[in-house]
């Protein structure tokens, strides 16, 4: 391929197929531009007509003002809290139950395995009243672990993905070990664990995005403000400033800035997470 | 649960000193099966089977929370078959997903292909993935300036620009669904996107340079060799962007603005059983939905897996 002449037709094609690109990419960025640009605006340059695009002059104070309107930081501060502790929960419960799926023997293991399966296709939004109920009843509900139990006990989907790893290491070390009078356990955390670090890491990106943004669940779950998570707090925040869009705009920076600065430091990582776990659902 | 784990083979003939072995092998494999799935288990049946059975029972019943819950039978479902709300919310379902499934497949794929053995692959990627990981939320806050009808920037450049007069989006309900489709597409092509060029990156180089030497051009090449290989991956994001387009929420319920005439006409199956149950504490309505929620999943799921025969390709 690389030792053919690159011909005028292709060489048009290929910078009109940039173009193209490049105007897709446009209509992605300028929306996150457009909202960084006017969370620096005053009121009235947002009722300017025709719209302006750049701030002038640019008002900073609208973020000390969100900052002092709401508990962002306490926000972050529970979204990551919940996040880490999910991803904790299922990477752990997850992988266990994994590799008793595909190395244990024991009695209904095929029909309990499908049982997971068919449970992918129970939606949330089926069972979030129940829990509700249940998390009410004991004592959990405004906590963040009416969130964090259910998401992070169990993970049909993770426990299947993992299963599939556990099933490609060849077993002759577990069987030396077992020889060896090593437990179940011990083989479980010191040969299968450090094994499976890439699908748990992979799993692991996947579950503190989609914590991370999961706006169903904290909604529900949650009344007190300083328990919101991020996505919540935003909600909220629309509904008590909906017609100060700079203040928007800045509440939304401050929920998204962050994200997309640790996105693209980490884009390989994640975006392997979400699709590698995407695409095996 | 636990009678499943518990060993087997008690019955089994054979000569004594054997079958003793096994048992005792399996009854270790066993014991260990209850800790290794314990967790799992504890969370399958607490938080998913459990409040399953429970649902179904709550949307038989009549029940606001905290009096007495009465059994009523199928009346719920009744009431939903002649409830307007309910046909409003089941047409906006439908409509959202006729039109986000097809334009996140074909924006999804559109990219893929383009980017598909480019330079500058990497950077476009990071482009086009930043919307996926960014919360609904959020974004819909943008959006909701976007589309401002009287200043928001993306009409004042259709009328500048282009010389449309774009309506208010989002004050008028024949637009408002569209729009929250629309900014569904916008957030899912990265995640398409990536897959696709997944798809495509396995398509084995060796068919499209036959077809190439056949003479088939860039067109041909594509609808006859890339996109029948392509059909797993199409078929597993369709089914992912169906279930994604019935469940939508975060989206319908921040740009819909709240209470308004307008409410009630973008509601959809999810923001009905959200409403209904914890703004409302109308349980078994609220149940009711959510079944119906399900019934539907099902059906679709099913229907593309029967219809996969017919369309998809699997390489031998």
């Known amino acids: 391929m690389s030792r053919r002449r690159t011909s005028p037709a292709e060489v048009t094609r290929s910078v009109s197929l940039h173009v193209i690109l490049i105007a897709g990419a446009l209509l992605t960025v300028v929306p996150f531009v457009w909202m960084i640009l006017s969370s620096l605006k005053d009121q009235p340059q947002v009722f300017v007509f025709p719209p302006r695009w750049l701030p002038d002059p640019a008002r900073w104070d609208n973020y000390a003002d969100v900052w002092r309107a709401a508990p962002f930081l306490r926000a972050y501060g529970n979204s990551v809290f919940i996040a880490v502790m999910i991803v904790a929960f299922q990477l752990v419960t997850c992988a266990m139950a994994a590799y008793a799926f595909a190395r244990l023997r024991f009695r209904g293991k095929n029909l309990l395995f499908l049982l997971f399966l068919a449970t992918m296709m129970v939606p949330g939004q089926l069972t979030i009243i129940p829990v509700f109920l249940l998390m009410a009843n004991i004592g959990l509900y405004d906590t963040h672990w009416a969130i964090i139990l259910p998401e992070g006990l169990f993970s049909a989907f993770g426990v299947f993905m993992l299963r599939q790893f556990v099933r490609g290491i060849p077993t002759e070390l577990e069987d030396a070990a077992l020889i060896d009078g090593a437990s179940r356990w011990r083989i479980f955390w010191s040969i299968i664990i450090p094994l499976l670090r890439a699908p748990l890491a992979a799993l692991g990106t996947f579950t503190f995005v989609s914590s991370w943004n999961n706006f169903l669940a904290p909604l529900v779950f949650l009344r007190s403000p300083e328990n919101y998570t991020v996505p919540v707090l935003i909600a909220q925040f629309k509904g008590e400033y909906s017609t100060n869009l700079p203040l928007l705009m800045a509440a939304a920076s401050i929920a998204i800035v962050p994200v997309l600065v640790v996105f693209v430091v980490a884009q390989r990582q994640i975006i392997r997470g979400v699709t590698l776990t995407g695409a095996g659902k | ?285 609220s149940a009711a939905y959510a079944v119906v929620l399900f019934v539907l999943l099902l059906i679709l799921t099913a229907g593309q897996m029967v219809l996969q025969r017919r369309w998809v390709h699997y390489e031998e």
Not at chain 2, 26 to 35: D, K, S
Not at chain 2, 142 to 156: D, E, T, Y
Not at chain 2, 167 to 182: F, N, R, T
Not at chain 2, 235 to 241: Q, Y
């Open chain 2, 1 to 285: 649960m636990v009678a499943t784990l518990t060993p087997s083979d008690t019955s089994q003939a054979g000569p004594p000193e054997r079958p003793r072995r096994r048992e005792r092998k399996q009854t270790r494999e066993g014991g260990w099966a209850v800790v290794f799935l314990g967790p799992q288990m504890v969370g399958l049946l607490v938080f998913v089977l459990g409040p399953m059975l429970f649902a179904l029972y709550l949307s038989l019943t009549e029940w606001n929370g905290i009096g007495d819950i009465t059994f009523v039978g199928l009346d719920n479902f009744r009431e939903l078959a002649g409830d307007h709300a309910f046909w409003q919310s089941m047409r906006n379902t439908l409509w959202l997903a006729v039109m986000i499934v097809p334009g996140q497949l074909i924006t999804g794929l559109a990219v893929a292909v383009a980017l598909h053995q480019r330079k500058l692959r990497t950077l476009y990627r990071i482009v086009y993935f930043m919307p996926v990981v960014t919360s609904q939320v959020a974004v819909s806050v943008i959006w909701i300036w976007l589309l401002n009808g009287s200043f928001g920037p993306l009409n004042s450049i259709l009328r500048d620009w282009f010389g449309i007069n774009a309506p208010d989006w989002l004050a008028e309900p024949s637009y408002l669904v569209p729009a929250i489709a629309m900014v569904t597409i916008w957030q899912g092509v990265g995640f398409f996107m990536v897959v696709f060029l997944a798809g495509l990156q396995g398509i084995p180089t060796a068919y499209l340079e036959a077809a190439e030497v056949d003479g088939a051009g860039t067109l041909r090449k594509f609808w006859h060799v890339t996109l029948p290989l392509l059909t797993p991956t199409l078929f597993f994001l369709t089914i992912m962007s169906l279930i994604g387009a019935f469940q939508i929420f975060d989206t319908v319920y921040m740009m819909t603005p709240q209470h308004s005439y307008l409410g009630d006409s973008t509601r959809t199956i999810v923001f009905q059983i959200y409403d209904l149950a914890f703004a409302r504490f109308d349980f078994g309505s």
